[in-house]
């Protein structure tokens, strides 16, 4: 998954970066509402975390540009604002969850996760494809009940695809969600990392959709 930091304490921000990458996100950081804006209309990101306090561009406008050019991806607001007003007012203008400095990396990432599963329209933070089992809180990944290794960049591309669950995912979407701005997108490497998860937990489990892209479900959906 790919999340968009618009944060310009640059403690805070390079914080949220390196924790969320150690949780396997794929993270940009832009340090201002002017940069925030553009990377947030340009880029496709799972999420966004956003400060309301941003200079050259405030929070809430550049929640309002996003919303009103129908970029619906779900933001988490941050700020160390506490008023009632400026709650309603992030919510208003189209926040979909709201969190005051100072608070705990373990409640962020909670939410976080909520807002993507709900985004997906998923309830459960343990996501299901036939025997294989995913969940989200700790990372574990199942296979028959017997626990699988995978490498961080399988298990993002595992991810996004158990979340997109019976959608035809694009390569291109892949890359877009999976990496950060930075990734060399001529690269091969989804096509090798998809070659390692099927020999991990199955090689009916991802189909390639030829000249489209891929589509995970259940197996015994397809047999049928």
Not at 53 to 66: F, I, N, R, S, Y
Not at 188 to 209: C, H, M, P, Q
């Amino acid at each position: 998954m790919r999340l968009l930091i618009v944060e310009d304490e640059p403690t805070l921000g390079q914080q949220l970066k390196e924790t969320l990458e150690a949780n396997g996100y794929a993270v940009d950081l832009a340090t201002n509402g002017v940069d925030g804006h553009f990377q947030g209309s340009e880029e496709d990101y799972d999420a966004a975390i956003l400060d309301l306090g941003l200079p050259e561009m405030d929070g809430l406008t550049v929640l309002d540009k996003w919303r009103k050019a129908d970029i619906n991806m779900p933001v988490l607001v941050l700020t160390a604002r506490d008023s009632w007003s400026d709650k309603v007012s992030g919510l208003d203008s189209g926040a979909d969850d709201y969190l005051g400095k100072p608070f705990k990396m373990e409640e962020l990432i909670a939410r976080l996760r909520a807002l993507i599963r709900r985004s997906a329209g998923l309830a459960s933070s343990e996501l299901e494809a036939g025997d294989v089992r995913l969940d989200t809180r700790s990372g574990r990944v199942t296979k028959a009940g017997q626990p699988v290794r995978l490498t961080a960049q399988e298990y993002k591309l595992l991810s996004y695809l158990m979340h997109h669950k019976g959608k035809v995912v694009s390569r291109t979407e892949l890359i877009e969600h999976i990496y950060d701005q930075d990734f060399d997108r001529d690269s091969n490497t989804i096509e090798v990392f998809i070659t390692r998860i099927r020999k991990k937990l199955g090689a009916e489990l991802i189909e390639t959709i030829r000249g489209l892209g891929y589509t995970l479900d259940d197996p015994e959906n397809r047999a049928a």
